[in-house]
């Protein structure tokens, strides 16, 4: 992946959002990850989660990841990219296949896999990830994990998540401009998933919401599996311009207001609070009342919210999410998001930091951060998976016999399964005639 200083391989989260581009470096070990390194700077090259301007997407990424390896200490070349925005697109399909030796092996999962997938797609687009819901072994459902069972015929359900392939491709070639390859893109709010939610959350239903500059980003896990995903390109931008609009101020200044100031429940401001508002092209800054800047915010958050909620009703789900909704994203910091997001969801929430990791845990644990983290753990998954099938063993291969008149048996014999005594006797036979 890139030069590590010790014997862990690292892996990169690179999160190219619309507000900003962060860079996460950690070193995976058997006994965990350790975050190395972070780097995060401003960007203006997105909007909405798409790439609209690619000099200066690039820009931030290589700023992003010369902050990031410069604190790690190592030489970046490969990343796991996220990619978000209102292109991404999430269809139900299924597979079934054929168990080849009566107990189910990984082959067997990965061909009931590709057979969910092999469905039609628009020239246009592309599959980004095969999530699988549950897997099927003959007549049992409900089942996580078919591996080492036994059954004749294995059936799968799963989401199918698809995206443009021309704003997937945007994002490669920006990390390429940057001299660094793409291991794999990932689905923005599959990553912050990882970071935030705990498998107790994934086994009894829980809604992430990630609410970033650009978009908002809802994942539904239902019985441990992810069973739903939806984009909705509105974020914390714009609450951005409402605020500037409403306050006659500029873009940055709002930005500032709104971080600093601001808070997403009216009734929580005191009457007597006050802000400072800059003015605009040289006119003298003003001071009003905190309430006017909450009564700008508490509009559009309370449409983002609602908007959400319909987003979840419509998939006939919203009463398996026992465990809530958790929030994420830059915009979460807004005070009062959380209780507000009660009263409209009508389910618990909590804010959602990134968990599972240790080292500079002090530098990536805001919601911000979230995704950042989720690919450095995608990554270290994936990295898992890898090793496994690599280390697992063979299958176990049938002895092959065929009768000929030289007494050798040729390559391309027959399959013939015989019992143990027989076998032994082959093998005598076999080592006698070679």
């Not at 997403?264 to 092209?281: K, T, Y």
């Amino acid at each position: 992946m890139s030069t590590p200083l010790s014997n862990g391989e690292i892996v990169v989260g690179l999160d190219v959002g619309t507000t900003k581009v962060c860079a996460v470096v950690g070193e995976v070990a058997e006994d965990g990850i350790t975050i190395l390194g972070v780097g995060s700077v401003p960007c203006r090259g997105l909007r909405k989660g798409i790439v609209s301007n690619i000099d200066w997407t690039v820009r931030s990424i290589k700023d992003a990841i010369e902050s990031a390896q410069t604190m790690a200490g190592v030489e970046i070349r490969t990343v796991y990219a996220g990619v978000a925005g209102s292109h991404i697109r999430s269809q139900v399909s299924d597979g079934v296949a054929a168990i080849a030796g009566g107990e189910v092996t990984r082959a067997d999962v990965e061909r009931v896999l590709e057979g969910a997938r092999a469905i039609p797609v628009d020239a246009d687009r592309q599959i980004l990830h095969v999530l699988p819901r549950e897997y099927l072994v003959d007549t049992q459902d409900g089942i996580r994990d078919p591996i080492g069972m036994s059954g004749v015929r294995l059936g799968v359900k799963v989401n199918l998540v698809t995206a443009a392939t021309t704003c997937v491709q945007n994002v490669i070639r920006c990390a390429e401009r940057c001299n660094l390859a793409v291991a794999d893109v990932v689905l923005e709010p599959l990553a912050s998933a990882e970071s935030v939610l705990s498998d107790d959350e994934k086994e009894i239903g829980a809604a992430v919401i990630d609410i970033g500059g650009g978009t908002t980003d809802i994942l539904l896990y239902v019985d441990g599996g992810i069973a739903h995903t939806s984009v909705i390109p509105v974020g914390g931008n714009n609450i951005t311009n409402d605020i500037a609009a409403g306050l006659r101020t500029p873009m940055a200044e709002a930005d500032r207001l709104k971080r600093l100031s601001g808070c997403a429940l009216g009734r929580m401001v005191a009457d007597d609070e006050e802000i400072e508002v800059p003015g605009v092209g040289g006119h003298p800054p003003r001071r009003c009342p905190r309430r006017v800047l909450s009564d700008i915010i508490e509009p559009r958050v309370e449409e983002i919210f609602a908007v959400v909620r319909k987003r979840i009703e419509d998939t006939g789900l919203i009463e398996q999410l026992s465990a809530g909704a958790i929030l994420t994203g830059g915009a979460v910091l807004l005070e009062g998001m959380a209780e507000f997001a009660e009263e409209i969801l009508g389910m618990p929430v909590r804010i959602g930091h990134p968990v599972g990791v240790r080292g500079l845990t002090q530098l990536i644990a805001g919601p911000q951060y979230a995704t950042g983290v989720g690919l450095v753990k995608y990554g270290a998954q994936i990295m898992s998976e890898a090793q496994a099938r690599e280390a697992a063993p063979p299958a176990q291969s049938m002895i092959r016999v065929q009768s000929s008149a030289s007494g050798k048996i040729p390559k391309d014999a027959a399959v013939m399964t015989l019992p143990r005594a027989e076998k032994s006797k082959l093998w005598e036979w076999i080592k006698q005639a070679f």
